[in-house]
């Protein structure tokens, strides 16, 4: 995530943290529903899908790039007591270890340029164990709200593009939903999230 993009966050952070606004978003919402067992929150923001997961008994790793949020939300996990690992690291310089039952990336991903992009799909994919579930949400092209991004690097995937991905390489397709919402200056957001499951007995996972 670049240094425009991670200032860029950090400040809307720290307006929702003084807001105390900590509502899962609507995607969280949908990550929800499928984490189980060893969590991934790569690009947590500040942390809300993590604290939900955790205290449903998940174990989670929650990562991003924004000192803001990896420190409120280590606050809020250690006064809950619960079992959450605040990361702070960027995407590119995350250091992997083992596999995962659930990999989340909620909004991450279009930071960097496409190449680094799907690198770090393979990184996510790689790491979701056998019978695992990835749940990837990307801004995709049709998106003219673009402040976020400034004059740095960044990919806005092709609308089925991550669906594809997965199924090529045998993955099994839960869903894929595309999501459009206003944005400003009569700008949109448009948004795809795609939940896929990885093959049972897979050769290239990386085991716990």
Not at 47 to 55: F, P
Not at 86 to 96: G, K, R, T
């Amino acid at each position: 995530m670049t240094t425009h993009s991670v200032a860029f966050f950090d400040r809307q952070f720290q307006q929702q943290v003084a807001a105390g606004q900590h509502d899962l978003n609507p995607f969280e919402r949908v990550a929800l529903a499928h984490c189980h067992g060893r969590v991934l929150d790569f690009g947590c923001g500040l942390g809300n899908l993590a604290l939900h997961a955790a205290s449903q008994g998940c174990r989670v790793d929650a990562v991003d790039a924004s000192p803001t949020a990896i420190e409120s939300l280590a606050r809020r996990a250690a006064g809950a007591g619960l079992p959450i690992t605040p990361v702070l690291a960027a995407a590119e310089s995350f250091a992997w270890r083992g596999c995962y039952d659930t990999v989340v990336s909620i909004g991450l991903l279009m930071f960097l340029d496409c190449d680094q992009a799907w690198a770090l799909m393979e990184r996510l994919a790689e790491h979701t164990c056998p019978d695992g579930t990835a749940v990837v949400n990307v801004l995709v092209e049709g998106t003219t709200y673009m402040d976020m991004f400034g004059a740095d690097p960044h990919c806005l995937f092709a609308e089925t593009a991550l669906a594809q991905w997965f199924e090529s390489r045998g993955w099994q397709l839960i869903s894929s939903e595309l999501s459009e919402f206003a944005a400003p200056h009569d700008s949109v957001k448009r948004f795809v999230t795609v939940v896929a499951r990885r093959c049972a007995v897979d050769a290239g996972a990386v085991r716990q």
